[in-house]
């Protein structure tokens, strides 16, 4: 899973970048990567029965990406390409007061920098339906489902509205797969607020209109705080009135965003979280683990984590009859634990 961080200069982007990856940021560099493992606690407790499995997190892949506008005030062509491979875009605000500090558009004002950006996502993604339509009708096909889906885009787009997401028939959504629409994409707001931060009521009221979530976070603070060991973060992250560290409250939103999910699956060898969206079946759970999985998919295994580790291990699990076995359409539950029976 990839996430593409953009945002106008100096908007403390890179500073995000370095708090959720704990990395440090050299000036004048290109763009960033890093994969961020997702804190799960049921790792670990599923590995307590495994004592010498390896353990690993589901990730996700952080891209902090350069952003340059064209002429014509939307994004340049290589931002945006890379923005259409990820799964979903973080959208940095500054939102902190420092006068050392220029503002690109002279002023701080995090709710006008968020129209600036969705504008331009907005100005790309309507550029190519605008294109395809006309395309659609010099072929003669005006009154196909697909000229009617675009039209509809189109028109929201044209008046301000994001593409949207999660909606109509899987077929549509299928058919429209292939612009790989960026305000169709799951969008996190982030607010960087600094240790003096300026009014973020109108951003938030401005994203809410949107559908958005607004993420507060205190740039340069927080960024501190993630190069210290694990065990001396706390009692400075209480002195800024937070529980846990952005990583872990920015990765919690980016999955209620992208509404996922995650299943186990557990051996003597690893012990492992998968990140599926909400809804997935036992079939597309094991292609997630292996391609193989699915093409040869028997039946699922499954149990809860709490069941399975009140019974010690699968196999008490099997005798007291705990363990389940589900068909290639049952829902996968978040937390439950998965043994993929296949045969290629």
């Not at 549509?172 to 607020?193: N, Q």
């Not at 705080?225 to 939103?253: H, M, S, V, Y």
Request: neutral net charge; proline residues 4%.
């Amino acid at each position: 899973m990839e996430i593409g961080l953009i945002g106008l200069p100096g908007c403390g982007k890179s500073t995000l970048f370095a708090a959720l990856s704990g990395h440090t940021v050299a000036a004048g560099r290109r763009q960033l990567l890093a994969e961020v493992a997702v804190p799960d606690q049921r790792v670990e407790r599923l590995g307590a029965l495994f004592p010498k499995a390896k353990r690993t997190h589901a990730t996700v892949l952080l891209k902090d990406l350069p952003v340059e506008f064209s002429p014509e005030g939307g994004l340049a062509p290589a931002t945006l390409a890379e923005l259409r491979s990820t799964d979903a875009i973080a959208l940095v605000l500054r939102a902190f007061l420092d006068p050392a500090v220029p503002h690109p558009l002279g002023s701080v004002d995090p709710a006008r920098d968020l129209r600036r950006l969705l504008d331009s996502l907005a100005f790309s993604d309507y550029s190519i339906a605008e294109a395809r339509l006309a395309r659609l009708e010099k072929e003669g096909k005006k009154g196909s489902r697909e000229h009617q889906l675009l039209g509809q885009i189109s028109q929201r787009l044209g008046s301000g509205q994001l593409a949207g997401r999660g909606a109509g028939r899987e077929e549509e959504l299928h058919l429209l797969s292939g612009f790989a629409f960026l305000t169709s994409k799951p969008i996190i707001v982030v607010a960087d607020i600094g240790e003096s931060g300026a009014d973020t009521d109108a951003v938030k009221r401005a994203a809410e209109a949107q559908g958005l979530e607004l993420f507060v976070i205190h740039g340069r603070q927080e960024m501190e705080i993630a190069q210290l060991k694990p065990e001396e973060q706390r009692d400075f992250l209480a002195d800024l009135g937070l529980a846990e560290p952005t990583r872990d409250r920015f990765l919690n939103a980016l999955y209620r965003s992208l509404n996922l999910i995650s299943f186990l699956t557990a051996s003597d060898k690893e012990v492992r979280a998968w990140s599926v969206p909400r809804g997935s079946t036992a079939l597309l759970a094991a292609g997630r683990v292996h391609s193989d999985m699915e093409k040869g998919f028997i039946r699922a295994e499954v149990i809860g984590l709490e069941e399975l580790l009140a019974e010690g291990g699968f196999a008490q699990a099997r005798k007291s009859g705990k363990l389940r076995l589900e068909g290639k359409d049952y829902p996968v539950q978040d937390g439950e634990v998965l043994t993929i029976r296949f045969n290629v």
